[in-house]
């Protein structure tokens, strides 16, 4: 489906950068693109310190009278701008669309967000397909006219069911999105997709980690309930940051309404956070985010 956001598909290109910060960056951007017949029509940077810190920007150009072709134009940059500011980057151009595959469980409101959000055109994806351990959201997928894949997870066999979802998505996920799939990874399967793997915990992270944060949250009496979605590591929801939100509650909520309010949180956070990522708004630094939203 076509996407709706504000930028031509099928002429910005995007640049993400990380170097030492220093002066004449910017300068040295910018003429390169403008020597090349490109036309930056979007600018975001960020320094950790003005002296000595590590420099992030995000910049979006249009293609439509580059002088160079895509492959030329990268090495002409590492060459003479790249290498001269000890930069890591890359360039990714929004018509190539980003594969996306969905996993969930029986919780359907982060996954329908996201069709939602897709099926609108609000979402540059190429959503690939749904993968669930349960059949419960079969119906729901398919009314989108998405591929539904049922892969139960037996406890004694776990590896058989990560293994089956692997072959399900190979070569169709640029991005896998976990719309609250009540599975724990393993490291051999997140280190296959590095900061490619993106999750919703229903709390605000690093309060309640694990299972049940909601029963957590009411043990502790808390006042304010949120959600994380975060790029997943091996290290259960310790992964970096993407988005937060917040909710007030009260004394007067249980378990159940703390659940129902959470709902609402966690729909937003997360397609807020793969929005981000499809849009190439992240640049993942330790175990930081910078988000360019």
Known sequence: MSSDVSE????????????????????????????????????DQYSTDPEGGTFFTRLEFQTPHLNIGKSVLMKAFSETVGKRYDMDWRITYAADVK???????????????????????????????????????????????????????????????????????EDQADLVVLARYMQVLSESFVSRFENQIINIHHSFLPAFVGADPYQQAYDKGVKIIGATSHYVTSELDMGPIIDQSILRVSHRDTVKTLREKGKDIERNVLARAVRCHLEDRIIVHGNKTIVFD
């Not at 669930?132 to 398919?142: A, F, I, P, Y």
Request: hydrophobic fraction near 45%; glycine fraction near 4%.
């Open 8 to 43: 031509s598909h099928d002429t910005t290109a995007r640049l993400l950068i990380t170097c030492p910060d220093k002066p004449g960056i910017v300068a040295a951007v910018s003429t390169f693109f403008f020597n090349h017949g490109a036309n930056i029509t979007a600018l």
């Open 99 to 169: 594969k996306v595959v969905l996993l969930v469980s029986k919780h359907d409101h982060a996954l329908l967000e996201l069709l939602w959000r897709w099926s609108r055109g609000e979402l540059a994806a190429d959503i690939s397909m749904v993968i669930s351990n349960h059949e419960d959201l079969r119906e729901s997928v398919e009314g989108f006219g998405l591929p539904f894949h049922h892969v139960p997870v037996a406890k004694d066999d776990k590896p058989a069911a990560e293994q089956q979802v692997l072959t399900l998505i």
